[in-house]
């Protein structure tokens, strides 16, 4: 085991995330399986993914895409009608 020096902020932070896996998990949390949960969860993220997710889409697309909808909604309500 290696001693790690952290600050006030850092270790008030940690303890949320423990307490939060605690609950989660059912069961006590150490401080190093936090950490690792942190290392972890970091590792998962994908910033090229959310910049894909995040970027506009041509105007072609969102059209096709409303009609799409406007078409399926009438489905539906066609549908409903039948039901009545």
């Known amino acids: 085991m290696a001693v790690i020096l952290i600050g006030e902020e850092v270790k008030r932070e940690l303890l949320r995330i423990v307490s939060e896996l605690q609950i989660k ?15 972890m969860y970091r590792r998962r993220k994908n910033p090229r993914l959310l910049l894909e997710a995040c970027k506009p889409v041509s105007s072609d697309i969102a059209d096709k895409a409303l009609r799409e909808l406007y078409r399926e909604r009438r489905r539906d309500e066609r549908r409903l009608e039948l039901l009545w």
């Open 25 to 39: 998990l059912g069961r006590r949390v150490t401080l190093d399986e936090a950490i690792w949960f942190l290392l």
